[in-house]
């Protein structure tokens, strides 16, 4: 590295910061207008998520990377709150719900200035339920004078309340301290699985996709008795099933099985639950309907368990329907619409008839091999070589930039960093992945590939 112009301080740094497997997730909870989406766009440090109280404002994006004294983590934001027909409790109730499944620390932001209502109740009860650990926030507590509504919330039962106010960023440093104690360094579903625990699988997809026919029809009499697995302590929305010999972890199939009619707010619902899950998963199983066109909703899932960083495989179900038009035409849907999955293992079955389900656990594991490739420093940097020697760099203002040496930094996704002595293209990024995919597989996931230049 030294020889290159970079020094071995700076090479570890970048190493570090790009070699991190999955983050820990940390939810944002609490009645609507107590001020969360506030909170979030100050612990993001960036004004990304929709601030107004707008109601029927529906977001694409619940989670956010983010980073306070040096750690990383997710956030989930759970601001996106309609009103619907379950009523504000249960709706308030129905979203925290999703967004602690996933989670592995919540932050409860009340208003302080309005003091605990039925509704924060309601969030309480839930957080004693699940168990994980709980950051009170104050919230809008504005100044010095605000403290004493803050003291108030002590009579919630969950520990010191924290007076924050989000808006000025009062108090947020303390509290994003406590929230670091609560965080466990990697996914506290990470360690399950590196105690060799089931792998987890997200079945997901926009309704009417067939997931709930198609757990069932996997299913079928392989359902595993909890207590068979000893020491398997189980979400009661997760379900272990065997296949192919092998217990795996169906996460959040109450959200597959469960009708839950709710009309507006929909669109918000399924995404928060679609985020949680993929969170709590190592491998999404993207289900889409292939007697239908190819839907933006579909894209926009897709594009949830890509950037969440997962092992993809994408299920086409309803093969059974399919007339030889309408195989034509899919086939060039998936080529325009789901090219930035093209590297991801696909099965086409069909729920009904039971067709090609013997195909998708060795696609789930050709992804999840992919996922968790580790590639030598040696080979990669050998191949890096011969690509750059092969296919240089454009020159641009009558310079070079040439990639010198790279590392790959982490697994689960894998995730690359290279060294160049020059901005490097996207163009010419893409490229590399291109190349890399080639050469090394990684089948089924997604890469990172972060680019250092020398000073
Ligand atoms: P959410 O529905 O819980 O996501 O709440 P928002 O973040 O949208 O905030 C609701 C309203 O409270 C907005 O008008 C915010 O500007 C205001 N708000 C949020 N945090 C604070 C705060 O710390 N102090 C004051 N005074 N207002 C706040
Ligand atoms: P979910 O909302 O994604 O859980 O979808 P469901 O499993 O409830 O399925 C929606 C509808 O599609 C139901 O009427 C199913 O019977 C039907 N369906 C699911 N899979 C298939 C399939 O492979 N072929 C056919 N023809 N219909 C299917």
Redesign the pocket.
Known sequence: AAEEGFDIEEVEGAIEEAGHGPLPVLAVVGRPNVGKSTLVNRIIGRREAVVEDKPGVTRDRVTYEAEWAGRRFKVVDTGGWEQDVLGIDASVAAQAEYAIEAADAVVFVVDAKVGATDTDEAVVRLLRKAGKPVVLCANKVDGPSGEADAAYLWSLGLGEPHPVSALHGRGTGDMLDKVLEALPEAPAQTFGTALGGPRRIALI??????????LNKVAGEERVVVNELAGTTRDPVDELIELGGVTWKFVDTAG??KRVHLQQGADYYASLRTAAAVEKAEVAVV?IDA?ESISVQDQRIVTMAVEAGRAIVVAY?????LDEERRYYLEREIETELGQVAWAPRVN?????GRHMEKLVPAIETALAGWETRVPTGRLNAFLGELVAAHPHPVRGGKQPRILFGTQAGTKPPRFVLFASGFIEAGYRRFVERRLREEFGFEGTPIHISVRVRE
């Open positions: 997809g926009r309704p009417n996709v067939g997931k709930s026919s198609l597959i099985r289900l007697s179900n309803k093969w059974d329907t079955v069909s729920a009904q008839t």
